[in-house]
């Protein structure tokens, strides 16, 4: 599988490839973390969430990460898919707690047949 | 479960005038957001409701944009008058009570002239 260096903003791979996308947050007092899809012409879609007190966390096809040392969050997809082409953003709910969530710069993950 | 419905989904208009968008949330959801979605970045909360009342403002350009949810149900966002630099896609979000994983609508494109 491809890998991308602290946020790049397109990661192409090849169709039943591994993908990881990586993004770096602020807020050391962040309780959470979450993977959001975001496909085009649409909202964004909750993928995976990772509370602060973990290292990882996974899904059907999907495992997130967490390295708090250096503040570092990246979401793995298993072979992926065509429908895995959209743009990833990482949120973070800083220290307020209040469900508001504070996202990162996006990466667009394109998938090639 | 139907999700978030935003309307309209698109609106053109000149600069100085006026413009609102409807959100209808998640039936139960108790808190509602708004996101500003500037082309090529990530979604910036802009208010957070909680049934009724106001829990986030802090970034609403409060000189220009205003915002209700007055029966804890149904939101509207309002920009008056508008500048350039508000054309963006404005996304609705609704969330149970305090939790992190929010649902959005598929957003109001603006685009102002």
């Known amino acids: 599988g491809e890998s991308v260096g602290l946020h790049l903003p397109t990661l192409s791979v090849q169709e039943g490839d591994n993908s990881i996308i990586n993004c770096a947050y602020s807020n050391s007092a962040s309780d959470y973390f979450i993977w959001y899809k975001q496909e085009s012409g649409k909202g964004p879609q909750f993928i995976i969430d990772?509370?602060?007190?973990?290292d990882k966390r996974q899904g059907q096809r999907v495992t997130v990460l967490l390295n708090k040392t250096v503040k570092h969050l990246s979401l793995q997809i298993a072979a992926t898919q065509p429908g895995d082409s959209a743009v990833y953003f990482c949120?973070?709910?800083?220290?307020?707690?209040?469900?508001?969530?504070?996202f990162g710069q996006g990466t667009t993950l394109q998938v090639k047949p | 479960e139907a999700g978030v419905a935003q309307s309209p989904r698109y609106k053109i208009i000149e600069k100085r005038q006026s413009v609102a968008f409807w959100c209808n949330p998640i039936?139960?959801?108790?808190?509602l957001y708004w996101y500003q979605q500037i082309l090529g970045q990530g979604p910036k909360l802009l208010i957070q409701f909680q049934n009724n009342g106001v829990v986030d403002d802090s970034q609403l350009p409060k000189d220009r944009f205003s915002a209700e949810r007055l029966k804890g149900v149904d939101s509207t966002l309002k920009i008056q008058p508008a500048k350039l630099e508000d054309s963006a896609v404005y996304l609705c979000a609704s969330s149970l009570a305090w939790a992190v994983e929010a649902f959005f609508g598929q957003g109001t494109r603006l685009t102002v002239v």
């Open positions: 990772i509370r602060s007190n973990m």
């Open positions: 039936s139960g959801h108790a808190t």
């Open positions: 949120a973070e709910t800083g220290s307020s707690n209040t469900g508001k969530l504070i």
